[in-house]
């Protein structure tokens, strides 16, 4: 349940769409999970014609300027935005009003910097594109995005009792299955990937399978997705399991916080899965953990302070998708990767155009990039 909306959010909205929009101030709509800022945001966009409304939830930054521009009827391809993003910039016309929810969800992992770059270079480049007057409003969340600046217009609705109330179990810990599933990084998980937390934490026995897992906590966890046998045939203990709210996943990491020992443990299961699932190969096709590895596997190991480590290997950086690398390194080096090294290397690829390459493509780029440095041979490799 949300918090009911009042009339001091609404009279906010409304002051600040009566501004001059040639002030292009932010709208910026912050405050607790559960008080009502996506329902505040897409009431708002209801109301004024021809606004573009965004869900930003699981995209990368590059992705929600598409679904803007889709929205503004502006034809603007991917490889458009790859040249330090001007396509956006000049295809942008005329006055426009833009709202993107959920924007402190968005990004392929929990442990993503896409909703700072929401908040900073994709808000800076829909607001100061030179042909078009644009009014911004977004969901705001200060863990994921920060502070926002003394610029914006800020609107904060309070909390209701059920937002300040949630909270998990007194004495709840890391090896609680729901801290357990809190742990993954994305929001769909794999009930194999599951288990292997499970095991890489330690955790006590428990349900072990998705209709288990969904039936001991049914108001906080589903079944997105049952898996099925050769036959078709339902197996209850396959299928993917997902927290019902991305607030509720993020209050059992904070309850239960995984410390920087056991990422490492996860990170080394994760990849002793991956290469001890017999014959070499691309661990997309190594199931449903081989696909989450790839998705996945540098977030943790960010969390676990390795990701420097893992990435310089070039039998893994072949393997993981090249968001998933770019993203975590991003985390790891708010400031800009060291000048100089694997990583600078790596991190360049995505303005050459890496980012929109299969992961064979992703693999044969990264042989030609170290042959054009002159690398023979990548540490790993």
Request: net charge negative; charged share 25%; proline share 7%.
């Amino acid at each position: 349940m949300t918090h009911q909306l009042g009339d001091r959010e609404r009279s906010a909205i409304r002051d600040w769409l009566a501004l001059p929009v040639e002030r292009r101030a932010r709208l910026v709509i912050g405050g607790d999970d559960g008080a009502g800022k996506s329902a505040l945001l897409r009431e708002s966009a209801a109301r004024v014609p021809g606004a573009a409304l965004v869900d930003c939830t699981g995209l990368t930054a590059d992705e929600v300027a598409l679904r803007v521009c889709a929205a503004l009827g502006v034809a603007l391809g991917p490889d458009e935005l790859l040249r330090g993003r001007p396509g956006l910039r000049d295809a942008l016309r005329g006055d426009h009003t833009v709202f993107l929810v959920n924007s402190q969800w968005a990004g392929p992992t929990l442990t993503s910097a896409e909703p700072r770059r929401i908040a900073r270079a994709l808000s800076l480049l829909l607001l100061r594109a030179p042909e078009a007057r644009i009014r911004l409003a977004l969901e705001w969340d200060g863990d994921r995005m920060g502070e926002p600046p003394a610029r914006d217009v800020v609107v904060t609705p309070a909390a209701g009792p059920e937002a300040r109330g949630a909270s998990a179990p007194a004495g709840a810990d890391g090896r609680h299955p729901l801290g357990v599933l809190a742990a993954a990084e994305t929001t769909d998980v794999p009930v194999e990937v599951y288990r292997l937390l499970h095991e890489a934490l330690g955790a006590p026995s428990g349900p072990a399978d998705a209709r288990a897992l969904a039936t001991a906590f049914p108001d906080e966890i589903e079944v997105r997705e049952t898996g099925r046998d050769a036959r078709g045939a339902e197996e209850p203990d396959a299928g993917l399991l997902a927290f019902r709210s991305p607030s509720l996943a993020r209050m059992w990491r904070a309850a239960c916080p995984v410390s920087a020992a056991e990422q490492r443990r996860i990170v080394a299961a994760l990849l002793a899965a991956v290469t001890d699932s017999g014959p070499a190969g691309p661990w997309t096709e190594k199931g449903p953990v081989g696909r989450y590895a790839a998705r996945a596997l540098p977030a943790h190991a960010t969390l676990a302070g390795t990701v420097g480590e893992l990435l310089a290997d070039g039998r893994v950086l072949a393997q993981v998708r090249p968001g998933a690398a770019w993203d975590a390194l991003a985390v790891a080096y708010p400031s800009g990767v060291p000048y100089g090294g694997v990583l600078a290397d790596v991190r360049s690829l995505e303005a050459q155009g890496a980012w929109s390459l299969s992961q064979g493509e992703w693999a044969a780029w990264l042989h030609h990039a170290a042959l054009c440095a002159g690398v023979r041979t990548w540490p790993g490799s």
